[in-house]
């Protein structure tokens, strides 16, 4: 599954509020590393969900 345009914008500031809670709550500081752990995360928590899932 390709993702693009707002799809990829969704899922890096998704990632990046993941870091911003991760800080908050217990001072975890930002590295390139838990910015791939945190984007993979986010996406493997978003790409589960088909689109027609939720319109029943």
């Known amino acids: ?7 990829t914008i969704n899922a890096v500031s998704g990632a990046y509020a993941v870091l911003t809670v991760l800080d908050l709550l217990f ?3 930002s590295s390139t590393p838990l ?8 996406v493997g928590c978003t790409v589960p969900v088909p689109a027609g899932s939720l319109s029943n």
């Not at 910015?35 to 986010?42: N, R």
Request: net charge positive; charged share 20%.
């Open 35 to 42: 910015i791939v752990v945190t984007l993979l995360f986010f």
């Open 1 to 7: 599954m390709a993702r693009r345009g707002w799809e």
């Open 27 to 29: 001072g975890v500081r």
